[in-house]
T-cell receptor, first 115, second 113 residues
């Protein structure tokens, strides 16, 4: 069974530029999550999708971050414009459903460096 | 809001010995899951073990076991017969029915040959 796929693995941009990350969850997983992990810290949830609907985006900085999962499968996370403090690893995870407590499976992450 | 605390930023263990990583959490919920994830330098989060709060029996997975103390809100991870490949960041995480994972700050485990 293929795991959660993410691309790109690394990205370096200058502040005020925009960037987009892509995630493809495990086949059949209805729930998809985006986390931000700043160096030296645990991951923090940015947004949670159930199929193509948003379940929780309370910690997403909506003035610069956006995310979509239009067909309920893969998802993109965008930052526009990027700030220095956005430098982090962006992790995507998926689980079978959100109705019950499910184990989340993580992708390899995208490491973003904003200069 | 739920919080997860890992009080040991770094731990060190000799190869083949046993080490215990600590985790405490705060919640008012009665139904939840707890997890330990391993994050090697590659950054991929790998599930090590999980514990359902309604189960009294401590979870075990080969060399990994937990000591779950629900009343004390404590969830420690014991790694037996430590191997060089166990060296990584370990994160304790809490999950309730909303399915939002709350992570602790992590413990870096070093394994000495």
């Amino acid at each position: 069974e293929a795991g959660v796929a993410q691309s790109p693995r690394y990205k370096i941009i200058e502040k005020r530029q925009s960037v987009a990350f892509w995630c493809n969850p495990i086949s059949g997983h209805a729930t998809l999550y985006w986390y931000q992990q700043i160096l030296g810290q645990g991951p923090k949830l940015l947004i949670q999708f159930q199929n193509n609907g948003v379940v929780d985006d309370s910690q997403l900085p909506k003035d610069r971050f956006s995310a979509e999962r239009l067909k309920g499968v893969d998802s993109t996370l965008k930052i526009q414009p990027a700030k220095l403090e956005d430098s982090a690893v962006y992790l995507c995870a998926s689980s079978m459903s959100a109705g019950v407590i499910e184990t989340q499976y993580f992708g390899p992450g995208t490491r973003l460096l904003v200069l | 809001a739920q919080t997860v605390t890992q009080s040991q930023p770094e731990m060190s263990v000799q190869e083949a010995e046993t080490v215990t990583l600590s985790c405490t959490y705060d919640t008012s919920e009665s139904d939840y899951y707890l997890f330990w994830y391993k994050q090697p330098p590659s950054r991929q989060m790998i599930l090590v073990i999980r514990q359902e709060a309604y189960k009294q029996q401590n979870a075990t997975e080969n060399r990994f076991s937990v000591n779950f103390q629900k009343a004390a809100k404590s969830f420690s991870l014991k790694i037996s017969d430590s191997q060089l490949g166990d060296a990584a960041m370990y994160f304790c995480a809490y999950n309730n029915a909303g399915n939002m994972l709350t992570f602790g700050g992590g413990t870096r485990l070093m394994v000495k040959p």
